[in-house]
């Protein structure tokens, strides 16, 4: 039975892998740079306490004239409380919105390290776990 209060909470979460590249001379009039994103949750369990733990890996690649011209990988690993017994399952917690609640932390990244690269302003769009 589900009890007041009952649910998740984020206990932590921290980037765990990081990496850039890009090319020194892109040519932003030229033809379009394509993107291709991948996300990966990449890891989930549950720790002796009570912890369930989620790692959720994206990247992104740009690729002009069949070349790659830049890539933005980074991986996030994050912790949450279960409290008491909530209706949503461990399981789909753990697939599905554990990683949604992670994911907005990667596209932030991603965003930022686009700026600061000269990329421009890359916006992500959100991600569906449910389809993971």
Do not use: W
Request: charged letters at 20%.
């Amino acid at each position: 039975m589900e009890q007041k209060n009952a649910g998740y909470t984020i206990d932590s979460l921290v980037l765990v892998e990081s990496s850039f590249t890009r090319e020194n001379n892109i040519n932003f009039h030229g033809e379009e740079i394509q993107t291709n994103l991948n996300v990966e949750n990449t890891n989930f369990e549950n720790t002796e306490d009570g912890i369930i733990a989620v790692a959720v890996k994206a990247t992104l690649l740009g690729i002009q004239n069949e070349k790659q011209v830049y890539s933005i990988a980074c991986k996030y690993f994050g912790t949450f409380k279960k409290i008491g017994q909530p209706l949503l399952n461990e399981e789909d917690f753990k697939k599905i919105n554990a990683p949604a609640i992670v994911f907005p932390f990667i596209r932030e990244y991603i965003a930022n390290t686009a700026l600061k690269a000269g990329l421009g302003n890359l916006l992500l769009p959100p991600v569906n776990f449910v389809n993971k």
